[in-house]
């Protein structure tokens, strides 16, 4: 199941997309949500290390941290649509598996900075799994992101489980 927090964060997302739709922004309403959904992915400590909290000059100016997820929402704008998203977000929400039916060995790497999967679910799938081969749990400055950023680790995890496949 999705957890709640990350439910009521795309919840927030898809809010934007339907209103940005209904006022005749899509795509303006894609780089919105992309941009409060890059919050999501990432830590609080990787933000803190990696952007200025000097304020700007000017009331409204930005800050270093808002012109990354403006970037960030802009380049994502062309990528999909707003309906392409939608269905997306909203699949996940109600995406729900029974662990105990499951019967292909798993391997399941959790990070401890995840906030859209929480490392407590990642636990409780694990332990409800009969056919767990392998639980790895790793802390990560990368929160939900780090899959993608660790990928000499996750690579290292993955090649191991097709090893013992194999075998």
């Known amino acids: 199941r999705a957890h709640p927090q990350a439910t009521a964060w795309r919840g927030i997302q898809r809010r934007i997309l339907q209103f940005a739709v209904a006022a005749g922004r899509p795509e303006e309403g894609v780089a919105l949500a992309r941009e409060l959904a890059m919050t999501t992915y990432r830590t609080a400590e990787e933000f803190n290390d990696r952007f200025e909290t000097t304020a700007p000059d000017a009331v409204g100016g930005a800050y270093p941290v808002c012109d990354y997820l403006t970037a960030r929402g802009q380049a994502y704008r062309t990528h999909t649509t707003p309906a392409r998203w939608l269905s997306m977000s909203d699949s996940l929400d109600r995406h729900s598996v029974t662990p105990e039916a499951i ?30 081969w392998r639980f790895v749990e790793a802390p990560s400055l990368y929160g939900h992101d780090a899959f993608l950023k660790e990928d000499a680790f996750v690579g290292d995890i993955l090649r191991a489980a097709f090893k013992d496949i194999k075998a």
């Not at 929480?118 to 767990?132: K, M, Q």
């Open 103 to 132: 019967s292909t060995p798993v391997t399941l790497i959790g990070f401890t900075s995840d906030r859209l999967v929480p490392i407590d679910d990642i636990r409780e799938l694990a332990a409800r799994l009969p056919t767990l």
